[in-house]
């Protein structure tokens, strides 16, 4: 069963830092892509950033390029976002979600499985 969980999140000034992790367990996680995604309510869910397996590749959104770095920790499953410079445009609920294959796209049917989500709040 694979599983997925986020933490990191919470309030943060305009101008701000936070770091989300995503502990993934079930699957060989140096195997797969991994990405992360966001939502708010009533909007759909806006690709944040990507990674393949082995590090090799990263992609990001043009709202956040610049100031957020997608990472992974092979030995340790475990998923990164560094985001730095937070705009309150950036307010949504984060999810990391694991890709089908070792590669990634930005849309939604490249990833198969999906955390429950960390709630990221930027004050102005």
């Known amino acids: 069963q694979v599983r997925l969980v986020e933490s990191g999140g919470g309030l943060v000034q305009t101008g701000g830092s936070l770091r989300l992790s995503c502990a993934a367990s079930g699957v060989t996680f140096s195997d797969y892509g991994m990405g992360w995604f966001r939502q708010n309510p009533g909007k759909e869910r806006e690709f944040v950033a990507g990674i393949s397996n082995a590090i090799s590749n990263t992609n990001y959104a043009d709202t956040v390029k610049g100031r957020f770095t997608i990472s992974r920790d092979n030995a340790k499953n475990t998923l990164y976002l560094q985001m730095n410079s937070l705009k309150p445009e950036d307010t949504a609920l984060y999810f990391c979600?694991?890709?089908?294959?070792?590669?990634?796209?930005?849309?939604?049917?490249?990833?198969?499985?999906w955390g429950q989500g960390t709630q990221v709040t930027v004050s102005s």
């Open positions: 979600a694991k890709a089908r294959w070792s590669w990634f796209t930005n849309a939604d049917s490249t990833f198969d499985y």
